[in-house]
């Protein structure tokens, strides 16, 4: 019997599951929790809020790395390219479960502006937010350091923080979700902290409504992002124009090729498929043509994010075709 694991072998997929994802899913059911007996037990509108969005993006998180999981499946025979898309499916309705939340605090906060509530717990709900801020805000760290690790940038220390927001179109969809929630997050435990302060210490208890009504916002716009990016993946979407032309400098890497007739460059995920057609010099033999291809092939094949390349071959034409994605 052979004692090698199978391709889609059920443990060798969760271990190439997104760990953002899952890390967020864990962080985000404890803070949930937390936020939740502190919400009950003092009644501030902010923290209800708080709560919404962390309930929300523990759910989403768990359920957005199930689907990673599923996405790193192996080709089969009836699906010969991949499950790459999977996870465009699994994030759309993790944009579900967020406008449902952000519906419902939308709500409470205008009901909490008609019918202000006066918050008790002023130090159990500081503890609380502190904590949040400190649990969103060490995930969100996490986060931006594979979006850099996905989006293969050097950057260490502060400058990882500016490389995570210039390449996070780059990095695969559930860390682009783990990144915008526990963004907001953050800042919805910022707000919602704010607004327990200045309620505690003054009469403008308006503002718990106020601040319960922008957090929802702030959930609706992650919503509106996730929801646009990952409608855009499953259409299919061109790579990065800088993906491309790393993927035309292996090719013309090969000493042979004259020209890139036609190439394209699909995203599927966080993975790529090539199909072009290269020119290569007058007068070789087929042999030595397919050789030429096939090296072309195993070269781009060593990249961990390309995951099919189909070449086709022509004799050089003579007229220049290709010309670099960031010149056109």
Not at 189 to 209: E, H, K, P, Q, R
């Amino acid at each position: 019997m052979d004692s090698k694991p199978k391709p889609n072998n059920f443990w060798s997929l969760l271990k190439k599951g997104n760990m953002s994802s899952a890390i967020a899913a864990i962080g985000n059911t404890f803070i949930a929790i937390v936020k939740g007996i502190a919400a009950a037990m003092t009644g501030n509108g902010a923290m209800f809020a708080s709560t919404m969005h962390s309930v929300a993006d523990a759910v989403n998180q768990a359920f957005v790395f199930a689907g990673s999981v599923l996405s790193e499946k192996k080709p089969t025979r009836r699906f010969p390219t991949g499950f790459g898309r999977v996870i465009h499916i699994f994030c759309m309705v993790a944009v579900i479960v967020v406008t449902i939340m952000a519906y419902e605090t939308i709500k409470e906060g205008f009901h909490l502006i008609k019918h202000p509530v006066h918050a008790s717990g002023l130090w159990l709900n500081l503890t609380v937010l502190i904590l949040s801020i400190l649990v969103d805000g060490y995930v969100l760290v996490k986060a931006m350091k594979e979006v850099v690790h996905e989006s293969r940038v050097d950057a260490k220390g502060w400058a990882i923080i500016t490389a995570a927001f210039k390449n996070i179109h780059r990095a695969a969809p559930p860390t682009r979700l783990v990144f915008y929630e526990d963004l907001v997050a953050t800042l919805g435990a910022m707000l919602a902290l704010i607004a327990v302060a200045v309620t505690a210490f003054s009469a403008f208890s308006m503002l718990d409504g106020i601040m319960t009504i922008s957090i929802g916002f702030l959930m609706v716009g992650v919503a509106f992002r996730v929801g646009y990016d990952n409608m855009v993946g499953l259409i299919g979407v061109a790579a990065p124009p800088d993906v491309e032309d790393k993927v035309a400098r292996i090719i013309f890497s090969e000493a042979a090729v004259t020209d890139i007739y036609q190439m394209r460059v699909l995203q599927e995920g966080r993975y790529y498929h090539v199909e072009g057609l290269i020119e290569l010099d007058r007068g070789l033999s087929l042999a030595d043509a397919d050789d030429i291809k096939f090296k072309i092939r195993d070269k781009l094949l060593l990249d961990p994010d390309i995951t099919d390349v189909t070449l086709g071959i022509i004799e050089d034409n003579g007229v220049k075709n290709w010309m670099p994605a960031h010149s056109r």
